[in-house]
């Protein structure tokens, strides 16, 4: 039998985890503005400052990243694809900024049943956080299907695991109170696929 | 410190979470048995038996089960009750590891509680939420009456119907329905479901009295609840006696106000049928009624509902 103290102490530590896992992972997420009126969330992948969003939220050559602070800075998109719905900004900024890149989690390994947290800017509100479980284990070739309450601007920020490791890129509400993400196996391939086009293209120069 | 380190309850809370839907899902089959995405069924602890919901079971043969493993089984309808929305059929071998029932009544509100499917591709689904309420006896949309129910704030998807709401530990609490609250998420709790199992391999449907009759409630006017020493504020005016019927047979007649059964007052029509339980039938009833100002009582015998 637990005594209401224990108890009421044990929820008290799971709130505390709860908000200083989110906490990490709001670290990791931007707000970005497309350059057709498009807005929503972006995920810092690299040390550099590379951003991962999705397609839809940045489908120009350009967009704006904006800061805790309310600073904009301008990013380019140096690599699409409408087929994931993933597009990577590289802001251009002359000063080094304190990006903190995303704990990246292969989505392959998620579990059904699995709690996970939804971080983005949601209709503008920065930083807005909502919990729910993994539906179906995307396994290694689906989307991350989850019961969470996301909303337009949730789009390209992060999906992460109980630990504050992103799984997914969340993209799409299904009816019904279904939401997809890209899974990270894709996000990986993507950025990969990048590097090696990057290198191909010194080599030729 | 970083996140990790920190979120140690977190962390194993949701390992906690997929190890139940984990553990529970190899007693969770899908049941094929209608046009739309199949239904969800649950390995029944005892009889070799996939419990599932009514309403997923749109055709009598051709059903199967696919099992946790991805295996497609044949399975025979034993009963069903639409009522309740509860079907058992008996699988053509084992359909996956008998389900483990919660203990009764530890379903409280706030509960942490999942919903468990089966796709049709034969995948576990799950969906998480709190219990948010335990509700006393009420009486479906589809006209059961059922001893209590659970409701949860967590979503049904499509197909998750017959399939089971479990605990944090994997532990079987009730067998979720979409269709006995016109949609919204309710739960069968397991000793509920249990009592309607049992009947239904006994006797492969759930036995209800009938009477013969449609009624509408109707106010008792002050001052025939007077003259009559009549409590009750409305009554049931007869619309329709069904010739031949129990009721036709015991002398009611079109226009009679229905008071009481067995003194058990019925102010509306799924009183009424909440009245006439199963250990009505063939047996002699009482019941009070109003015709011509005055107060009657007629001796009926119930048969049973078709």
């Given at each position: ?111 059904t049943g ?19 479980v993994?539906v179906t ?8 299907r989850?019961a ?28 019904g109170g279904l ?27 | ?20 839907v984990?553990?529970a899902s190899?007693?969770v089959v899908g049941v094929?048995?209608r046009?739309r995405v199949p239904g969800t069924g649950i ?9 599932t919901a009514?309403h997923v ?28 929305d ?27 509680a999942l919903a468990i499917g089966r796709t049709a591709?034969?995948a576990t689904s799950a969906s998480f939420g ?20 659970l409701?949860a704030?967590l979503t049904l998807y499509p197909g998750y119907s017959g399939g089971p709401i479990v ?5 079987v609490?009730g067998m979720n329905s979409s269709h006995l609250?016109?949609g919204q998420s309710v739960a069968l ?118």
């Open positions: 039998m637990t005594t209401a103290v224990e108890a009421q102490s044990r929820s008290e530590s799971l709130a505390a985890d709860l908000a200083s896992v989110i906490e990490a992972v709001q670290r990791s997420v931007v707000m970005v503005r497309g350059s057709r009126e498009t807005s929503g969330s972006g995920v810092v992948w690299t040390e550099a400052g590379a951003i991962v969003t999705n397609y839809h939220v940045a489908p120009g050559p350009f967009a704006q990243v904006i800061l805790a602070d309310g600073s904009r800075i301008p990013a380019r998109v140096t690599r699409r694809s409408t087929a994931l719905d993933l597009a990577l900004l590289e802001p251009e900024v002359a000063v080094p900024l304190p990006w903190n890149p995303a704990a990246v989690r292969d989505s392959a390994d998620l579990r699995e709690l996970v947290l939804a971080i983005g800017n949601p209709l503008g509100e920065r930083n807005v956080a909502t919990m729910g993994v284990a995307p396994g290694a070739e689906n989307p991350v989850t969470i309450v996301l909303r337009p601007g949730n789009s390209g920020g992060a999906l992460a695991d109980s630990s504050g490791r992103v799984v997914g890129i969340p993209n799409v509400v299904m009816p939401a997809l993400a890209v899974p990270t196996r894709a996000v990986q391939r993507f950025i990969a696929a990048r590097h090696a086009a990057a290198a191909r293209v010194r080599v030729v120069a | 410190m970083s996140a990790e380190e920190h979120a140690n309850l977190l962390a194993a809370l949701s390992a906690d979470l997929a190890d139940a984990e553990r190899q007693s094929d048995a046009r390995v029944w602890p005892e009889g070799g038996i996939v419990v009514d079971i749109e055709r009598h043969d051709e059903i199967s089960l696919v099992t946790s493993g991805g295996h497609r089984i044949g399975a025979t309808l034993i009963g069903r009750d639409p009522g309740s509860v079907a058992v059929l008996r699988p053509a071998s084992a359909a996956g590891r008998p389900a483990e029932l919660a203990p009764a009544e530890s379903a409280r509100v706030g509960s942490l591709s034969g709190i219990i948010s309420a335990v509700g006393g006896s009420w009486r479906s949309m589809r006209g059961g009456a059922i001893d209590s129910y409701r704030d605990d944090a530990s994997g532990r609490m609250a016109g709790p397991t000793a509920v479901v249990r009592g309607i199992v049992d009947a239904l391999v006994a006797h492969g449907r759930i036995r209800r009295a009938y009477l013969g009759v449609t009624s509408r409630p109707i106010e008792v006017p002050d001052a025939l609840r007077e003259k009559a020493h009549v409590d009750q504020q409305t009554g049931l005016l007869l619309l329709n006696v069904e010739p031949g019927s129990p009721a036709d047979r015991g002398g009611l007649f079109l226009g009679d106000v229905l008071l009481a059964v067995n003194d058990r007052p019925v102010t509306h029509p799924e009183a009424l049928q909440a009245a006439l339980g199963a250990d009505l039938v063939g047996k002699h009833v009482t019941l009070r009624l109003l015709r011509g100002g005055e107060v009657r009582d007629l001796s009926v015998t119930p048969g049973e509902r078709e």
